[in-house]
């Protein structure tokens, strides 16, 4: 039998059971569909169209290779398609490639000299390759496009913070806070603040509140106990690790720091085992524990030699 319906039937039918498809969780059988609604022509918008929609189900599928040549077929059909270029520079962070992320951003904002997004994700890149002023120029290019991003606010006092610029880092974290007193990170860096500013009770008190709002941070618990530590209430910074632990148990800096402790407390068992469960997360932390002077009472143990030893070993084979 003839079928009446028509290209652009067909192609809408496969469009609709694509995207019931992603509604069921089924990513494959929806992305399959929308190569089928391809197949059926359409103009060059309801294309790109479909085209993010298999660029976004492939990130989600955790492809980001196929993703990054999707977005680069929506920029062949349109030069100009800004969330194109915004997507490959999120696809190019996927793949540790900073580089043409940034290229990717900067095309994308040309574009679009709005596209706060993309200045945010420059401003963090920056960030993290160390180019802290650039960083901060991005930052501040994005609160003027956006003056309710309290992340903005928060990442800039974070940076005002590591530089040493207190002062300007408060006043942008306490601003993060307003637009968002439930920002998780927003009340650590103020827990950070404050600790810089020796207002101890305070500085709990911000860790406790971003606890509270998000205990899968771990660096909350970890700064909180370090407070504990440098008081000397090794019990109370070892009842603060080991709830960190819970809810983050590869968490390597929680395991080392109460191994630390409970040297402190001549449990050595337990440090050694604590140790061993950091190194075996974060390989590399065997360099710190060489130097740490807080196992100087047993780097002559037995026990310690061995892990030392071992774990040096595993490095070299790898």
């Known amino acids: 039998m003839k079928s009446n319906l028509s290209n652009l039937d067909r192609r809408q039918n ?12 089924d990513l494959e059988k929806a992305l399959k569909f929308y190569f089928r609604a391809l197949k059926f022509g359409g ?18 599928m ?33 793949l540790d490639n900073k580089e043409m992320a940034l290229k990717s951003y900067f095309k994308a904002t040309q574009i679009d000299p709005y596209y706060d997004r993309a200045f945010f994700y420059i401003a963090n890149i920056y960030d993290e390759i160390g180019e ?14 956006v003056p309710e991003d309290f992340m903005a606010y928060n990442n800039l006092g974070s940076i005002y913070e590591e530089i040493g610029e207190n002062g300007k880092a408060y006043r942008m974290i306490r601003k993060s806070l307003k637009l968002n007193p439930d920002y998780y990170r927003a009340l650590f860096n103020m827990g950070v603040i404050y600790k810089k ?22 660096y909350s618990y970890l700064n909180k106990s370090a ?45 050694i085992f604590d140790l061993r469960k950091s190194i075996l997360i974060q390989p590399k932390i065997i360099d710190m524990a060489k ?19 071992e774990k040096s070993g595993d490095n070299l084979i790898n």
Request: a negative charge.
């Open 14 to 25: 496969y469009i609709i059971l694509a995207e019931n498809s992603y509604l069921e969780n």
């Open 43 to 60: 103009n060059k918008e309801d294309n790109i169209i479909i085209l993010y929609n298999i660029a976004i189900l492939y990130d989600e």
């Open 62 to 94: 955790d492809i980001p290779e196929k993703a990054l040549k999707t977005y680069k077929k929506i920029i062949q059909l349109d030069s100009k398609e800004a969330g194109a270029f915004y997507g490959m520079g999120t696809m190019y962070e996927r």
């Open 132 to 145: 802290k002023e650039k960083a901060i120029i991005y930052y501040k290019k994005v609160i003027n496009l």
């Open 197 to 218: 500013m020796n207002k101890y009770e305070k500085a709990i008190e911000y860790y406790d509140k971003s606890i509270e709002k998000n205990n899968n941070y771990s």
């Open 227 to 271: 407070i504990y530590i440098e008081w000397e209430e090794y019990e109370k910074s070892i009842e603060i690790l080991s709830e960190g632990i819970l809810h983050n148990p590869y968490a390597e800096y929680l395991y080392y720091n109460r191994a630390c402790c409970y040297v402190k407390l001549g449990e050595i068992d337990k440090a």
């Open 291 to 309: 130097e740490d002077k807080d196992f100087n009472s047993i780097r002559n143990d037995s026990r310690f030699i061995s892990l030392i030893e």
